[in-house]
């Protein structure tokens, strides 16, 4: 079955800090995997997606994440963040076949000035 | 552009009622989904259906329905409302080829009183 873990429910960070959020996930196949982000009262926005190829996948807004096939890890990185960055992060995992896709629990980032 | 519309953006029923709520794509897609977003809980998994009339179960199906005569449309119904199910519903299907992934709804917060 799967399933994605986040491990941080809340996260602070100064302003100009790096970040990383974890995440891991169960899935018997190659996964196919998410990274979502959602500011208070909007919808989700797609930071990027790892099907195969590079493990490093670049995504919108400076993210990028890495995926750790030996880790079941898909973790989400940015060198310095923004104050925009304040958001609700959602990573997800899906299934190439029946296309049925299993969020995380999300992790709450506050940026702090 | 993928568009995944939901008909209500806010609703507010009464315990016992039964209450449908519609979600339509106009990309002619296969794979539809309903989830509910409560705080803490992240974006779980109610049914999902891959064609016309062909459904299943996600993680938490209890107290709903679902109904796909058309392609396009994916109905959730609460077939007698309650309390519980007060939350964030978002609907979305899958693009797949090249441009694999998801397209969310703005979603629909439904009250029930």
């Known amino acids: 079955a799967q399933s994605v873990t986040q491990p941080d429910i809340h996260i602070t960070v100064s302003e100009g800090a790096s970040l990383e959020l974890r995440c891991n996930y169960s899935?018997?196949?190659?996964?196919?995997l998410f990274w979502y982000v959602q500011s208070p009262g909007q919808g989700l926005q797609l930071l990027l997606k790892y099907f195969s190829g590079d493990t490093l996948v670049q995504g919108i807004k400076g993210f990028e994440a890495e995926f750790k096939r030996s880790q079941s890890s898909f973790n989400l990185r940015k060198p310095s963040v923004h104050w925009s960055d304040a958001a609700e992060y959602f990573c997800?995992?899906?299934?190439?076949?029946?296309?049925?896709?299993?969020f995380g629990q999300g992790t709450t980032l506050q940026v702090k000035p | 552009d993928v568009k995944v519309t939901q008909s209500s953006r806010y609703l507010v029923k009464r315990t016992g009622e039964k209450v449908f709520l519609e979600c339509v794509q106009d990309m002619d897609h296969e794979n539809m989904f309903w989830y509910r977003q409560d705080p803490g809980l992240g974006l779980r998994l109610i049914y999902f259906s891959y064609d016309v009339k062909m459904k299943e179960k996600g993680d938490i199906p209890e107290g709903y329905s679902v109904s796909r005569e058309k392609k396009e449309r994916f109905s959730l119904i609460l077939e007698s409302a309650s309390t519980n199910q007060t939350s964030m519903y978002l609907c979305?299907?899958?693009?797949?080829?090249?441009?694999?992934?998801?397209?969310f709804g703005s979603g629909t917060r439904l009250t029930v009183v």
């Open positions: 979305a299907s899958r693009t797949t080829g090249a441009n694999y992934g998801y397209t």
């Open positions: 997800a995992v899906g299934s190439g076949n029946t296309g049925k896709l299993i």
């Open positions: 899935y018997g196949a190659t996964p196919y």
